[in-house]
């Protein structure tokens, strides 16, 4: 068997990969499209859910170093460690130890990990109308997993079509 050769496309001039031609190239330039275009909403959705979390550990620890507080707030294990860790980065880099540093430094797992079942609904007890919130922070964090995997998928180059699983159309609609 002879090795295909890459060729111009005929209708858009392009050369595509040898093995890729046709609908499966068509839907892998409309894939990267797509993740083009969601990329920017993410990246928003992700410095909202940051910066609300941010603020709810501020009011609860009473301080804006929040990160100088962790076992008051029971943030814990891996949760824990992720904060340790950008707080010695920030130290091992001499850059200083702000809150601001500290907060834009950490993950998207970290905050998802805040807003889950395993921190017992700690952010959404304080606040007035935050109680109305915590009926529903299953269902966001649930979403902000959902927001994750596509963000990986991007940052990955993964297939948005057929990495990204996700519930059905009927759990959607509950």
């Not at 083009?36 to 910066?51: G, K, P, S």
């Not at 860790?85 to 993950?107: G, I, K």
Request: aromatic share 4%; hydrophobic share 40%; proline share 5%.
């Amino acid at each position: 068997m002879k090795p295909m050769k890459s060729r111009p496309n005929a209708r858009t001039n392009r050369v595509e990969p040898p093995l890729i031609r046709g609908r499966a190239w068509a839907l892998i330039v409309w894939e990267r499209r797509v993740a083009a275009a969601l990329w920017t909403d993410i990246a928003h959705c992700e410095v909202v859910v940051r910066n609300a979390i941010h603020r709810s550990l501020q009011t609860q620890a009473g301080s804006s170093d929040w990160h100088d507080r962790l076992p008051q707030l029971d943030i814990r294990g891996a949760d824990r460690t992720r904060v340790d860790d950008v707080v010695q980065r920030l130290h091992d880099e001499h850059r200083p130890v702000a809150v601001d540093r500290v907060t834009a430094a950490l993950s998207l797992t970290f905050w998802t990990n805040l807003i889950g079942p395993s921190y017992d609904r700690m952010l959404w007890r304080i606040g007035p109308g935050l109680e109305l919130l915590a009926c529903a922070s299953l269902r966001i964090h649930a979403a902000m997993e959902r927001v994750k995997l596509c963000r990986n998928a991007i940052a990955h180059h993964a297939s948005l079509v057929h990495d990204i699983r996700t519930e059905s159309s009927e759990e959607r609609l509950r």
